[in-house]
């Protein structure tokens, strides 16, 4: 329990003094604003200062059996989207499909107009 409070504090502190350094900068940041004629320079120069300080910390490297685990998830992964895909495209679209072609009909449609000039003209 106490390590958990101490690295809270910890926490807390590290926040606070984060917090103080920000606002310090934007301090001496807007003081050399104020100082310039143009709002150019002034915008330069606010962009230029104002940094939020962070550790640079080096990217994280795998090892071969990261990089092996890496590639059987990925393979994985692949083969379920792969089956996910045919089982949806064999179960969904193609009866879709044969559906729509064997639902389709032509139909035509008479009207009392043109069957009496057919039946007159028949005669």
Known sequence: MSHKM???????????????SLVATLNQNSKAA???TS???ALAKLLTQATIPFENRPAASR??????LYFIASVILFVTRTFFW?????????PTLIF?????SLTLTLNFSSLY???EGGC
């Open 6 to 20: 101490s690295t809270a504090a910890a926490t807390t502190a590290a926040t606070a003094a984060l917090a103080d």
């Open 34 to 36: 104020l100082s310039t």
């Open 39 to 41: 709002a150019e320079e």
């Open 63 to 68: 090892g071969l059996i990261g990089w092996m």
């Open 86 to 94: 045919a089982l949806s495209f064999a179960t969904i679209t193609i």
């Open 100 to 104: 729509k072609i064997l639902s389709f």
């Open 117 to 119: 000039v057919s039946l």
